[in-house]
C-alpha cells in the first residue's frame, strides 16, 4: 500500500462546478500538506500549504486537513477552463530541511467551458 | 527574474550510453532536488543537495548520479542509461522547508 493515495481520475466538470479533489495517506506522523498544480508538459507549482488539521482558503482554492481520517482535500469553486491541470498533493512530516516531500500520483482535472 | 533551467528538454538515448541532465538555479537556493515522474508513481525522488559539495541519495537513486561544485548547478548523471529511465525528470530547488520549493518544466528522456 502506497503511503499517499489519490484517484488519478481524469476528473471533468463543467465551468463554474465546485471542484473537490482528494487525497489519503497512512503515516500519521505528516503534519504539512500541500497541493501542486501541474499544467501539462509543465513543472509542478505550489498551490496551497497547510500545517496540521483545519481549513486554509487562497481565493477560489480551500485545502481542508481532517488528520484523525488521515484525509485531506482541495475544493475549487467556480471553476476556470484556466484550472484544467494535474493536481498532485504532498506532504511531510517536518518542516525543517527533510528531503523526504511525499507526493500523491495525481488527479487529471478538465473544466469544460 | 530568478528561475530554474533543464536542458536538454527532450533527450532520445540508447541502452548503455552515459546521459548528464542539466539544472540551473538563479534564486541562489541552497537545495536542490532531482525527481523523476512515472505514471502511476508520481514523482519520486532520485538524488538531492543542500549545499555545494553535498549530495545525499533519494529513494530511486540506482544507476543515477549527482555533483555539486556550485550554489546554481546540479548536474544528474546517468551512468549506464536503461530503458527503466525513461521518464520526465524534474529538478527543484527551495531556500529551505517544504513549501516553497520551485520546480523546472522538465527533460523528457526517452532510452532505447
Known amino acids: 500500500q502506497k503511503e499517499v493515495e489519490q484517484d488519478p481520475g481524469p476528473l471533468s466538470v463543467p465551468e463554474g462546478a465546485i471542484v473537490s479533489l482528494n487525497c489519503t495517506y497512512s503515516?500519521?506522523?505528516?503534519?504539512?500538506f500541500m497541493w501542486y498544480r501541474q499544467y501539462s508538459r509543465k513543472g509542478p507549482e505550489l498551490l496551497m500549504y497547510t500545517y496540521s488539521s483545519g481549513n486554509k482558503e487562497d481565493g477560489r482554492f480551500t485545502a481542508q486537513v481532517d488528520k484523525s481520517s488521515k484525509y485531506i482535500s482541495l475544493f475549487i469553486r467556480d471553476s476556470q477552463p484556466s484550472d484544467s491541470a494535474t493536481y498532485l498533493c504532498a506532504m511531510t512530516t517536518s518542516n525543517f530541511g527533510n528531503e523526504k516531500l511525499t507526493f500523491g500520483t495525481g488527479t487529471r482535472l478538465t473544466i469544460i467551458p | 527574474d530568478a528561475e530554474i533551467t533543464q536542458s536538454p528538454r527532450h533527450k532520445i538515448t540508447e541502452t548503455g550510453r552515459q546521459v548528464t541532465l542539466a539544472c540551473h538555479q538563479t534564486?541562489?537556493?541552497?537545495?536542490m532536488f532531482w525527481y523523476r515522474q512515472d505514471l502511476g508513481h508520481g514523482l519520486r525522488l532520485i538524488h538531492y543537495s543542500y549545499g555545494v559539495q553535498d549530495t545525499n541519495k533519494g529513494e530511486v537513486s540506482d544507476g543515477y548520479s549527482v555533483s555539486r561544485s556550485n550554489t546554481e548547478d546540479l548536474p544528474l548523471t546517468l551512468e549506464s542509461a536503461a530503458s527503466s529511465q525513461t521518464s520526465v525528470y524534474f529538478c527543484?530547488?527551495?531556500?529551505?522547508?517544504?513549501?516553497?520549493?520551485?520546480f523546472g518544466p522538465g527533460t523528457r528522456l526517452t532510452v532505447l
Open positions: 503515516n500519521s506522523a505528516f503534519q504539512y
Open positions: 527543484a530547488s527551495s531556500p529551505g522547508g517544504q513549501e516553497k520549493r520551485f
Open positions: 534564486w541562489n537556493h541552497n537545495n
